[in-house]
């Protein structure tokens, strides 16, 4: 969990703004939330030195990248930087092939804690090699560093990234729209089908990424919002925020701070949710959770109003169990679960429901 600058900022950043979201995550209530990692992403480069070392851009980060991340580590948060696999990143600044183990230093000398791998740039490199070679360099420091595996998915990450890295990307880049492809990016609908066959292949400490948030970014409503951040923690995919966090508003904030969710999403287990039935727009979703429990969702894909239904058999229950039923976006607990429940969902809107044994499970969180 944590946040990352690109969805709202792209190439749009210096020291300023990211000493000013590290004292925001801490003074919104995000960092005691989860959110715990500050990521920087593409831009920050300036050139290489005549030894080869990348150096920060020093117009928009006079105060140097070891600086800065000891700002961020002052705040109890951990530090991340982006880097690519090519010649080039993406925005067109230095990548790091050919310096891999001279940037894996640099980073270890910084107080880097988490790397984002980029896949501009490479040519016919293979991608497994690539990112293998850069986590060699990366552990050899000595230091602990996340390594986010960022290829698209065009090489089945999924198949080989659980020996490499902690994350892989599993589909394109996601932008703040309900579905379509829009230039090189998706909208969350293409992302979610891309991502939700692949739950086989995610677990504790190897996370299938549909890449990160758009809540509070202007292209979603905030019932898309809700739905957004529901189905992310139904996969148990990383919480990147990716948000103006200096300028969100209330609604914003209580759906990146809803805890009942972000349990979900952080349940121990480790087990990526997936949808168990489809009748036109309508699906429901199960998660299983630590303890026996399930996270259930009630996804309405459409453009009208549902009703929508879940039973025993469908969340692989016996048929005479009673758990505790808490609406996670309601905020209260519904009473004992008696085989099946009913909801209207709205357009494009969820409603998500965690059943347990006990009246209050709560998760420790994975961060």
Not at 15 to 21: F, G, P, S, Y
Not at 311 to 317: D, G, K, Q, R
Request: with cysteine; net charge neutral.
């Amino acid at each position: 969990m944590g946040w990352n600058s690109w969805n709202r900022f792209a190439c749009d950043i210096d020291e300023r703004l990211i000493r000013k979201t590290a004292d925001e995550l801490v003074s919104s209530g995000m960092k005691d939330a989860g959110y715990t990692y500050v990521v920087i992403d593409d831009c920050w480069h300036g050139a290489r030195d005549a030894d080869g070392f990348i150096t920060a851009d020093s117009q928009r980060f006079p105060s140097g990248i070891k600086a800065l991340a000891d700002y961020v580590h002052s705040k109890g948060l951990k530090f991340g930087l982006y880097s690519d696999a090519g010649r080039k990143t993406c925005g067109g600044r230095p990548g790091s092939q050919g310096h891999e183990y001279q940037d894996a230093i640099t980073y270890a000398r910084w107080g880097v804690d988490y790397l984002k791998y980029d896949w501009c740039s490479t040519g016919t490199r293979n991608a497994e090699e690539a990112y293998a070679l850069m986590a060699d360099a990366l552990r050899a420091t000595g230091r602990d560093i996340v390594f986010s595996i960022c290829e698209w998915g065009n090489n089945r990450p999924w198949l080989w990234a659980s020996r490499i890295g902690n994350l892989w990307r599993t589909t394109g880049d996601i932008t703040d729209k309900w579905a379509g492809k829009h230039g090189y990016s998706w909208g969350l609908l293409n992302i979610v089908d891309m991502n939700e066959p692949l739950w086989p292949h995610a677990g504790p400490g190897h996370w299938n990424d549909p890449d990160m948030l758009e809540v509070g970014n202007p292209g979603l409503t905030p019932v898309e919002n809700r739905a957004h951040f529901s189905l992310w923690a139904m996969m148990a995919a990383p919480l990147m925020a990716g948000n103006d966090v200096a300028s969100m508003d209330a609604e914003t904030r209580a759906i990146l701070l809803n805890k009942d969710v972000i349990a979900v999403d952080q349940d121990r287990l480790g087990v990526q949710g997936r949808r168990v039935a489809r009748e036109g727009d309508r699906e429901v979703w199960v998660k299983p959770l630590a303890g026996g429990g399930r996270a259930v969702l009630l996804f309405n894909r459409g453009e009208t109003p549902a009703r929508i239904s879940v039973t025993n058999e469908a969340l692989a229950y016996p048929a005479g169990v009673r758990l505790k039923v808490r609406d996670l976006w309601a905020h209260r607990d519904l009473g004992a679960w008696k085989g099946r429940f009913e909801a209207e969902v709205e357009p494009h809107g969820v409603v998500m429901l965690r059943l347990d044994a006990r009246a209050s499970v709560v998760s420790d969180p994975r961060r």
